[in-house]
T-cell receptor, first 110, second 113 residues
C-alpha cells in the first residue's frame, strides 16, 4: 500500500527566502506525482505534475523534482512571498489514482 | 469554464438524517473523484469514476455511503444514515482521464450533530 510522507509538517520563513518542501513515498511504481496548494477553507489547486519519466517541472518560482528510485520529491520555492502562505500537498499516482501526504503548512512572514 | 462546482458549501444536519452532496464536473472531463478531508486522516479517496462507471470504491467507509453518476457531468455522494464521525470536508475533483491533473471543487463542509 502506497504511503506518502511530508516533512516538515509546518514551516515558517521570512519573506524572500528560498525554501524546499519534502515528500517521500514507499512504492516507486508510480505513474506521476503532483504538488497541490490548499488555502484555508478552500479546495486544492494543482501546481505541478511530474510524469514518472520526468525528473523535474518548473512553473514560475516553483520547481519540483522527482527521484523515483529513492522515493522522493522536492518542491523548491524561490524568493518566497507572504502570498505563498498555504498548505502544500504532495500526491502520488500509482495503483490508485492519487494518494496524498498530509501536507506542509507554510507561513511566509513579511 | 466555471470549474468544478459543489453544493451545498456547508451542511449541518442531525445524526440519522440523509445527506446528499452534489458535484458538477468540468465539461469534457471523463474522470470524477470523491475525497474526504479530516484533520486526523488528511485527504482520503472515497471512490472514483471513469466514463460514468465506478472503478474503485474501496475507500468508501461503510454501506451508509453511496455515490452515483447519473450522467457524464454530474455526481452525487449520499450518506444514509449520517453519523457524527462523518463530519468532514468532502471534495470532488475531475480530470480529463484518470492519470491527468485533477481539478478540485471548493468542497462541502459537513457537520453531523
Amino acid at each position: 500500500k502506497q504511503e506518502v510522507t511530508q516533512i516538515p509538517a509546518a514551516l515558517s520563513v521570512p519573506e524572500g527566502e528560498n525554501l524546499v518542501l519534502n515528500c517521500s513515498f514507499t512504492d516507486s511504481a508510480i505513474y506521476n506525482l503532483q504538488w497541490f496548494r490548499q488555502d484555508p477553507g478552500k479546495g486544492l489547486t494543482s501546481l505541478l505534475l511530474i510524469q514518472s519519466s520526468q525528473r523535474e517541472q518548473t512553473s514560475g518560482r516553483l520547481n519540483a523534482s522527482l527521484d523515483k528510485s529513492s522515493g522522493r520529491s522536492t518542491l523548491y520555492i524561490a524568493a518566497s512571498q507572504p502570498g505563498d502562505s498555504a498548505t502544500y500537498l504532495c500526491a502520488v499516482g500509482s495503483n490508485t489514482p492519487l494518494v496524498f501526504g498530509k501536507g506542509t503548512r507554510l507561513s511566509v512572514i513579511a | 469554464d466555471a470549474g468544478v462546482i459543489q453544493s451545498p458549501r456547508h451542511e449541518v444536519t442531525e445524526m440519522g438524517q440523509e445527506v446528499t452532496l452534489r458535484c458538477k464536473l468540468i465539461s469534457g472531463h471523463n474522470s470524477l473523484f470523491w475525497y474526504r478531508q479530516t484533520m486526523m486522516r488528511g485527504l482520503e479517496l472515497l471512490i472514483y469514476f471513469n466514463n460514468n462507471v465506478p472503478i474503485d470504491d474501496s475507500g468508501m467507509p461503510e454501506d451508509r455511503f453511496s455515490a452515483k453518476m447519473p450522467n457524464a457531468s454530474f455526481s452525487t455522494l449520499k450518506i444514509q444514515p449520517s453519523e457524527p464521525r462523518d463530519s468532514a470536508v468532502y471534495f470532488c475533483a475531475s480530470s480529463l482521464d484518470v492519470t491527468d491533473t485533477q481539478y478540485f471543487g471548493p468542497g462541502t463542509r459537513l457537520t453531523v450533530l
